[in-house]
């Protein structure tokens, strides 16, 4: 979240009449208030928006946000907006592991399993389980979160 104030700089009393994206735009960027109040503010006074960036994808984002007024001079000024977002990437290694045949009642050697982030943001591991029609033979060993 940013702050972005617009101040009266001018003679008369000014007016925001619009805020909108341009084309192109991220979504990951949002403004508020959305519809500023339409009443003037006097010269020196200022008003202040909120820029919002809230990325669902991973990568650069870029954004203009453009605020039209009622000054005659500059009735439209530009506000480039930039952000970058992170995601964490499970890794997986080995893919698979074949346990091979064994003798009923025998128990096959311990295999490992390594679950990393190979991502960049953090990552938090909530359950991790057998899934449905796994063999009841299959059991943990160790601590699972």
Not at 75 to 91: C, R
Not at 95 to 107: H, N, P
């Amino acid at each position: 979240m940013q702050q972005l104030e617009v101040k009266n700089a001018g003679a008369d009393g000014l007016t925001i009449t619009g805020l909108t994206f341009a084309t192109g735009s991220s979504s990951a960027f949002s403004v508020t208030p959305q519809n500023p109040p339409a009443t003037p503010f006097a010269t020196g006074a200022a008003t202040r928006l909120t820029v919002n960036f809230t990325p669902q994808a991973a990568g650069a984002h870029q954004a203009t946000l453009k605020v039209a007024t009622n000054d005659p001079a500059n009735p439209e000024v530009s506000l480039s907006l930039t952000g970058g977002s992170v995601w964490p990437i499970v890794g997986l290694s080995p893919s698979s592991i074949a346990f091979g045949q064994l003798v009923r009642g025998w128990t096959s050697p311990t295999k490992t399993i390594t679950l990393r982030n190979d991502g960049v943001g953090p990552l938090e591991i909530q359950q991790i389980d057998f899934g449905p029609g796994s063999s009841p033979s299959y059991t943990w060993v160790g601590s699972r979160p």
